[in-house]
């Protein structure tokens, strides 16, 4: 019997039905993306592995600089208030979506926190860096620590500055249906996706944006019967999604992730029908923006960055409108108008 079993274990090895160490070692690097680690063999050395690309950096006083700069992502102060801190008794989605992650808080002079694996944020110190970090690393073997890949801040930088010299192209999603539809997963990378829908039916068509914990992102669409129109969505983190569609006819949605935007700079006019986003190039300093709308229903202009974050709300009415805002424009760049309207519209740029 005991030769039998040998045998089948052979044949097993053989065949590559047992998973190997390097598919251990990958799955290993994979479950623990974003923790911190204590080296409990070494001293206490500390490393982070970073979501990325899955490969671990040692945390010091020395390499702390560089490896903020490399891996911390820039939040706002609103987006950063809706995450709880660790002492809160409250979650959010946004936290949920960024756990393991280091946040740089662009609006506060560069203060850096990190999200834990229960969504809460801490603020990272210069006085309380290793022991904070000890405090929430997660204790692991010399073993084990060797089957996750050593990164290299250098390394990683050469790469990124490489990426970012090039024109980045991304292909357009096409996703179709012809009733209501949960579609299958996607990625979208981070920053700026636009949505260009059509529906040909009768009744509603509603379309919203889940991430991979089913939490809603978004929402794109809410009209009734035959629709055509684009909606700008800013993502806060590249990852797997998917669009929860509500439709009683023929549905089609093309995800453009546009970079490297162009458009034309002001002053112009700029007119359309119904949903639409725009592009257009301003310098920084005082822009004014003269809008109109013949429609019966809402009428709502966002300004948003290249990334599609939102600068500023322009107007938010119903019906029929003719107004005026001014905006103070915080860098020359290109900029984009997410406009939900049911009717006509224009909009005047000086």
């Known amino acids: ?9 052979s044949i097993i090895l053989i065949l590559g039905l047992l998973p ?18 204590l080296q409990v063999e070494q001293g206490g050395r500390i490393w982070y592995v970073n979501p990325e690309d899955s490969k671990r950096y040692e945390v010091t006083f ?18 950063l208030d809706k995450i709880p801190l660790h002492n809160d008794n409250w979650t959010s989605s946004i936290g949920n979506r960024l756990k393991g992650k280091l946040l740089l808080q662009v609006e506060q002079g560069g203060r850096i926190w990190y999200i834990d694996f229960n969504s809460k944020r801490w603020e990272v110190t210069w006085a309380n860096l ?6 929430l690393a997660l204790g692991i073997t010399d073993e084990d620590l060797n089957k996750i890949p050593t990164g290299d801040l250098n390394d990683h930088k050469e790469q990124e500055d490489k990426q970012g010299g090039e024109q980045q192209v991304i292909e357009d999603i096409i996703l179709t249906g012809s009733s209501v539809k949960a ?5 979208l990378e981070k920053g700026l996706s636009i949505f260009n829908m059509t529906h040909s039916g009768n009744s509603n068509f509603i379309v919203y944006i889940l991430d991979s914990d089913g939490e809603t992102v978004d929402y794109i669409a809410n009209e009734i019967g035959v629709f055509e129109g684009k909606a700008a969505v800013e993502i806060e983190i590249k990852g797997n999604y998917l669009l929860n569609v509500t439709a009683d006819s023929n549905w089609e949605i093309n995800i453009e992730q546009p970079r490297n935007l162009a458009g034309t700079h002001t ?11 725009k592009t257009f190039s301003v310098n920084k300093g005082l822009a004014i923006f003269n809008m109109t709308h013949n429609g019966s229903s809402n009428f709502i202009i966002e300004l948003l ?28 760049g290109v900029y984009l108008l997410n406009i939900n309207a049911d009717g006509g519209w224009e909009v005047s740029i000086e």
């Not at 579609?183 to 990625?187: A, E, G, H, L, R």
């Open 20 to 37: 190997t160490n390097s598919a251990n070692a990958q799955s290993l690097a994979n479950r623990l993306k974003g923790k911190l680690l």
């Open 267 to 277: 002053p112009l006019t700029i007119n359309g029908q119904g949903r639409d986003v």
């Open 62 to 79: 020395a390499n702390a600089l560089p490896l903020f700069e490399n891996f911390a992502l820039g939040i706002s102060n609103n987006d």
């Open 1 to 9: 019997m005991k030769k039998v079993f040998i045998s089948l274990l």
């Open 305 to 332: 960055n290249s990334e599609g974050s939102v600068e500023d709300y322009l107007v938010n009415e119903i019906g029929i409108f003719e107004g005026s805002t001014a905006v103070n424009i915080p860098e020359t």
């Open 130 to 135: 290793m022991t904070l970090f000890e405090s």
């Open 183 to 187: 579609t299958n997963m996607f990625i």
